[in-house]
């Protein structure tokens, strides 16, 4: 009896500590999201190699994106804020504020796309004329294959 209770205080305290520890930063995307951006990230290497770029253009190109995820992570720590705040509106039921924070979001998107196009015209601008064809037919295949998913998408849960 005597040496039961140390053990039970012992693994009380080990229970303890173990609860008491601060669990670990939430990941600041999901597996989902991490998933689309690696998907993302193996099209973009692919595209790159399919075009045999130049080392100049490989060289270009990478400063070309980095600097455009530069200019876009303001825009995209707003549009995270924003989407906290449209949830608290959501659960507030304030219809008021989801319109006026609706807008918001409309416009830090529109930021984010007109980034990303001018991005895409500064590249494509800095291609050969069979890299631009080659450019165009890559970019075909792709809108064709995210055609067809989402046409299987919707056939499967419309069924």
């Known amino acids: ?29 999901s597996g989902a999201a991490k998933a689309r951006v690696n998907r993302r990230a193996a099209a973009h290497a692919r595209m790159m ?6 080392d100049a253009q490989k060289a270009q190109s ?13 825009y995209m720590q707003q549009l ?22 609706a807008a918001k ?9 007109a980034i990303r196009s001018e991005t895409m015209a500064k590249f494509y601008s800095s291609l050969t004329p069979e890299q631009r064809t080659k450019a165009d037919q890559i970019h075909a295949q792709m809108k064709q294959r995210a055609r067809e998913r989402w046409e299987q998408r919707s056939r499967s849960t419309g069924e």
């Open 105 to 113: 979001q409309g416009k830090t998107r529109g930021e984010l796309t």
């Open 62 to 74: 990478k400063a070309l994106f980095r600097a455009s995820r530069e200019k876009s992570k303001p």
């Open 49 to 54: 190699q399919e075009l045999n770029l130049t």
């Open 1 to 29: 009896m005597k040496r039961t209770i140390p053990i039970a205080a012992a693994a009380a305290l080990a229970a303890g500590l173990a609860f008491a520890q601060t669990p670990a930063a939430p990941s600041q995307q």
């Open 80 to 101: 995270r804020q924003e989407r906290q705040e449209m949830t608290a509106a959501v659960k507030a039921g304030d219809t008021a504020r989801i319109r006026e924070l």
